[in-house]
């Protein structure tokens, strides 16, 4: 089943307009037939022509090709016609791998802000599909996992999916991976300044997050350690009935 629908936000549009001067500097070509064919919804053409540049031995290293394949296949996910076909029925699955790939290109993070808009729709995509798939369970485990760290790997300072990666893989067997996982939860929420301090698209998957954490700990025999974790979006989410629920049933 494919993610449901939304709108592509006239900001992220602009944004996608909008480079600065020294953005388009650093980068050694602009990339202004892919922004065309992308504002012009022609997105077979713009994945053609943007994994050529990947491709290519005078291009492989830009960022902006990796970034126009995962906008564009993030926005065929949405259409009904791609979504039945054999080459793009996975489209949504893509868009985070291409994320991904462009996240190493751009070490210095020169696009990456420019795009805010797109990110903050594809986090709140990804980690849906994540956290339907983790509630499902064992059959789903493996699915959740993959969501969760390709979530970490366009955006590694985004610390909910951190902790729903670590969880995922404790679920699975994976002890060492997901002590490895937890670790940079940690670290990513420190770096953010609290969970006060996140974005909207990423407070909600904290809040989940830490219902979960706390959840797990909890049928681990730990009761303090979910107190503990729980804890962590006391200030954030106490208004939020679904929090304040879990929050109460671990004091």
């Not at 500097?25 to 943007?50: H, M, N, R």
């Amino acid at each position: 089943m494919m993610m449901r629908s939304f709108l592509v936000p006239l900001s992220a549009i602009l944004a996608a307009c909008t480079f600065t001067a020294s953005s388009v500097q650093a980068q050694s070509k602009p990339y202004e037939d892919l922004l065309v064919k992308y504002v012009d919804e022609k997105y077979e053409d713009c994945i053609l022509k943007a994994e050529r540049y990947t491709m290519a031995d005078n291009t492989k290293k830009d960022a902006l090709p990796y970034l126009y394949m995962s906008m564009c296949l993030f926005e065929m996910s949405k259409i009904p016609k791609y979504q039945e076909m054999d080459d793009f029925k996975n489209a949504d699955r893509e868009a985070l791998k291409w994320a991904g790939k462009y996240r190493k290109k751009d070490k210095d993070l020169e696009f990456f802000h420019d795009y805010d808009d797109y990110w903050g729709e594809l986090n709140t995509v990804a980690q849906e599909s994540g956290l339907i798939a983790y509630e499902a369970g064992p059959k789903e485990m493996s699915k959740a996992k993959r969501n969760f760290e390709y979530m970490t790997r366009y955006y590694p300072e985004n610390p909910g999916p951190w902790l729903m990666l670590a969880l995922a893989q404790y679920k699975s067997n994976l002890m060492k991976d997901g002590d490895l996982s937890m670790a940079e939860y940690k670290k990513a929420l420190e770096a953010s300044g609290g969970v006060n301090a996140l974005p909207e698209d990423q407070k909600k998957l904290m809040k989940s997050a830490l219902i979960h954490y706390a959840e797990y700990l909890d049928g681990k025999g730990d009761p303090s350690g979910a107190r503990a974790a729980i804890e962590v979006g006391k200030d954030a989410f106490m208004d939020d009935p679904e929090f304040k629920g879990a929050y109460d049933s671990f004091h």
